[in-house]
């Protein structure tokens, strides 16, 4: 990717977009208590009820921010025919952008909990919504692998990028660890942590995009 190619540039502004937004929704929904847990359907929907405009707010960011990087994996996609292993940029890219459906398809189970009034639905569609990003994590994970053999980055960021796919591996694999009581909101909270080196990685990435790099 050089500094002449604008899609190089589209791809680093839309992975900087989705950094910026999924932060910024993360940093609403954990102090907020809005991280919905399905195993107690009641309090996430009075969380829901008594926080509706936080909740609202941090979906809309958190919609942005997966649309930013289903758009950004489309745009590497696209441009894969640059690079040395053309390929694996398309798998990357390809994932990316599943990664980032499956997470607004995890919103938009979040965003029909405020029209739900019984509880066994709400839990029923929490369930889904969770598992949902569950998958969402997993896609990322695997686009991370695939991105760190195929684009072009300094071996330093290529190293980085397979120990930080690590790190949203364990993420994705905690909620398996827990049965059928499925995780706490401790363990919810962990599993966001996890997925933080992932985030500021495609954040390094993004900046190099846009940078010409």
């Known amino acids: 990717m050089t500094d002449s190619n604008p899609g190089a540039r589209l791809a680093g502004v839309l992975l900087l977009s989705s ?12 102090p907020s208590g809005l991280t919905l847990n399905p195993s107690d359907p009641g309090a996430a929907m009075a969380a829901v009820s008594e926080q509706l405009g936080l909740h609202l707010s941090e979906l809309a960011l958190d919609v942005l921010g997966w649309l930013a990087l289903s ?4 745009v590497m996609a696209a441009g894969s025919a640059e690079a040395p292993r053309p390929h694996l940029v398309v798998l990357a890219g390809g994932l990316l952008a599943a990664a980032g459906l499956a997470g607004m398809l995890h919103d938009a189970g ?3 909990l405020t029209q739900l009034t019984a509880a066994p639905v709400a839990a ?3 369930l889904t919504a969770k598992w949902m990003v569950n ?9 991370t692998i695939a991105a760190a053999a195929g684009v072009p980055m300094p071996a330093r ?3 980085a990028g397979a120990i930080a796919a690590l790190f949203g591996l364990v993420a994705v694999v905690l909620p398996w660890t827990t049965g ?3 995780p706490s909101v401790v363990m919810e909270q962990l599993g966001y942590a996890f997925h933080v080196p992932i985030i500021l990685w495609y954040g390094v990435l993004g ?3 846009l940078r010409g790099k």
């Open 19 to 30: 950094l910026v937004a999924m932060v910024a929704a993360a940093a609403i929904v954990v």
């Open 71 to 74: 758009a950004a994996g489309m």
């Open 110 to 112: 979040n965003l029909a």
């Open 124 to 126: 029923a569609v929490l």
């Open 135 to 143: 998958l969402a994590g997993l896609l990322w994970v695997a686009a």
């Open 157 to 159: 960021l290529r190293r």
């Open 180 to 182: 059928v009581e499925g």
């Open 207 to 209: 900046w190099r995009c």
